[in-house]
């Protein structure tokens, strides 16, 4: 039985495709945000340029430099913004589905949450997805402060229900555990990813469909499927070497 979706709350209805800011009228900073999300969703970090992103905001040159100290820190900035609603999403289904298990889930329930949170995340917004895509390219620059805000506090919720639904995991395993599950995440991703580049390539893309054919699967579809063998794979890895105690 499968739980894709199942445990999402309805409280976080942001259309993760739009701007969270589209008022012509808001401040330098805002305009400036929203330019970048764009451009760097677009383009890619390394394309865009600070006159670029000055002249998309209708700003002065120097107010990158005046509210984020330079290209760098406003690409941190709109990372955060985007990744605080995705670290939200996923907390709360998680949280929810210890609610609902009264604090007991199955192992393929939290792995279920765990991916489709972060697939639908990452497939249904082009800023994140050009996140792992420059994150995976070697883009440097994340800050202590991005994973201590965003990162930490989904891998601690993660690790909780992990240990709530199989007390023998032994905690010094936990973060390969996790480790591997965000591993094939990023996989399938990025194979989406390729996919989508290989549009205007037919034999490319011919290659890569018939390598894996789930890839010419709607984005909903693919989620689903992707979601339900990352789950079974690994809650099959999981009872194989922490088996449930009698």
Known sequence: MFFTKSYKTNRLETVLDEPLSRSNDHQPKERLLDAAEELFAAKGFGEVSVRELAAAADVNVAAVNYHFQGKENLFQEVISRRFSIQRDRTLQGLQSLLDQ?????????????????YLDGALSNSFLTMITREMHG????????????????????????????????????????IASIVGQIHHFILRRIKCKSCQDMPEAL?????????????????V????????????AAIDGMYPEEN
């Open 101 to 117: 298990t009264e604090g007991r889930p199955q192992v393929e329930q939290v792995i279920q949450v765990m991916v489709s949170e």
């Open 138 to 177: 070697g883009k440097g620059g994340t800050h202590v402060e991005f994973f201590k805000q965003m990162v930490a506090p989904v891998f601690a919720a993660i690790s909780k229900a992990l240990i709530a639904a199989r007390p023998s995991l032994k905690q010094e395993d936990l973060n390969w555990v």
């Open 206 to 222: 011919e290659i890569m469909l018939k390598a894996f054919p789930a890839l010419a699967l709607d984005q909903d579809e693919y």
């Open 224 to 235: 689903r499927l992707t979601t339900n063998h990352i789950a079974r794979f690994s809650t």
